[in-house]
């Protein structure tokens, strides 16, 4: 599995590189795609994401930051937004494509981003399957609290329980006092800011881990994304993750150099369940 991942991380280098040019030496000078701004940041946070895979008996935990400004939030996945800030500070003027096949590999991009129109109440998913972008939209959630007794202190703030059935599973929220109708991925509808939300099963638990206050500019990436819609995506993306020899046959070898047809399921529980 270690070089299917590779190898799918390989492919997804070139769908970044917006423009490619050739330099001395054969190697490849890359300008990764820009980033389409559409807000500047008064608070971001951090955020962990726990997942649990019940088929796999595994765990794996990934990282986002939310970003909140006047008109918009944006969830990004953290690895991205770390490679980001690195090639703009030390690549200016683009990097050899096996730099950036490093960065990928030590960041881990996933370049996974919920976009929330916070005065017109609609969620944009920027997302991928496979080498494949997509985005979709949809109204804002209107997740049905119910506000519960019972505290718990988070990053340093005392934070409110609430609890709810959202898309197929059972949530508990916990919100502070920060007066912000936001929260990890397209969780909100409380009346201060979600510092950590659970299913009941612990297969999903979102808690977190910095806030500060902090004016940047951001946004998403600048891909060439396909429109489809919410279940089209998370069909694909299900089929993917199940079944990813259909997408990479061809790509893997093994040692003895015949195509790789054995392929495994890949790590997956959605979030979503209807």
Same mark, same amino acid.
């Given at each position: 599995?270690?070089?299917?991942?590779?190898?799918?991380?390989?492919?997804?280098?070139?769908?970044?590189?917006?423009?490619?040019?050739?330099?001395?030496?054969?190697?490849?000078? *890359?300008?990764?795609?820009?980033?389409?701004?559409?807000?500047?940041?008064?608070?971001?946070?951090?955020?962990?994401?726990?997942?649990?895979?019940?088929?796999?008996?595994?765990?794996?935990?990934?990282?986002?930051?939310?970003?909140?400004?006047?008109?918009?939030?944006?969830?990004?996945?953290?690895?991205?937004?770390?490679?980001?800030? *690195?090639?703009? &500070?030390?690549?200016?003027?683009?990097?050899?494509?096996?730099?950036?096949?490093?960065?990928?590999?030590?960041?881990?991009?996933?370049?996974?981003? =919920?976009?929330?129109?916070?005065?017109?109440?609609?969620?944009?998913?920027?997302?991928?399957?496979?080498?494949?972008?997509?985005?979709?939209?949809?109204?804002?959630?209107?997740?049905?609290?119910?506000?519960?007794?019972?505290?718990?202190?988070?990053?340093?703030?005392?934070?409110?329980?609430? =609890?709810?059935?959202?898309?197929?599973?059972?949530?508990?929220?916990?919100?502070?006092?920060?007066?912000?109708?936001?929260?990890?991925?397209?969780?909100?509808?409380?009346?201060?800011?979600?510092?950590?939300?659970?299913?009941?099963?612990? &297969?999903?638990?979102?808690?977190?881990?910095?806030?500060?206050?902090?004016?940047?500019?951001?946004?998403?990436?600048?891909?060439?994304?396909?429109?489809?819609?919410?279940?089209?995506?998370?069909?694909?993306?299900?089929?993917?993750?199940?079944?990813?020899?259909?997408?990479?046959?061809?790509?893997?070898?093994?040692?003895?150099?015949?195509?790789?047809?054995?392929?495994?399921?890949?790590?997956?529980?959605?979030?979503?369940?209807?």
């Amino acid at each position: 599995m270690k070089n299917l991942f590779l190898t799918i991380l390989s492919f997804f280098c070139l769908s970044v590189s917006a423009q490619i040019s050739h330099v001395s030496g054969g190697d490849k000078i *890359v300008h990764p795609s820009s980033i389409v701004t559409i807000d500047k940041s008064n608070m971001e946070c951090i955020y962990s994401h726990k997942t649990f895979d019940p088929k796999k008996d595994e765990t794996k935990e990934m990282h986002y930051i939310l970003q909140i400004g006047n008109n918009f939030s944006a969830y990004n996945d953290y690895g991205g937004y770390r490679q980001d800030s *690195v090639i703009k &500070e030390i690549y200016p003027n683009g990097l050899k494509s096996i730099d950036l096949r490093r960065l990928s590999i030590q960041y881990q991009p996933s370049y996974h981003c =919920t976009v929330k129109d916070l005065h017109n109440n609609t969620v944009t998913t920027y997302d991928r399957v496979f080498i494949d972008h997509y985005y979709y939209s949809e109204p804002t959630p209107n997740i049905k609290w119910h506000l519960e007794k019972g505290t718990r202190e988070i990053c340093g703030y005392t934070c409110k329980k609430a =609890t709810a059935n959202f898309r197929g599973r059972d949530w508990t929220a916990w919100y502070c006092d920060i007066p912000l109708n936001n929260g990890p991925w397209k969780f909100g509808n409380l009346p201060g800011l979600i510092l950590r939300v659970e299913d009941s099963k612990g &297969e999903h638990v979102f808690e977190a881990i910095s806030l500060r206050k902090k004016s940047q500019e951001f946004g998403y990436h600048d891909f060439d994304y396909s429109k489809t819609t919410r279940k089209k995506f998370n069909e694909a993306l299900a089929e993917y993750k199940n079944n990813p020899g259909v997408m990479v046959a061809g790509m893997v070898q093994n040692p003895d150099g015949t195509p790789k047809t054995d392929f495994k399921p890949m790590f997956f529980n959605p979030i979503e369940l209807e």
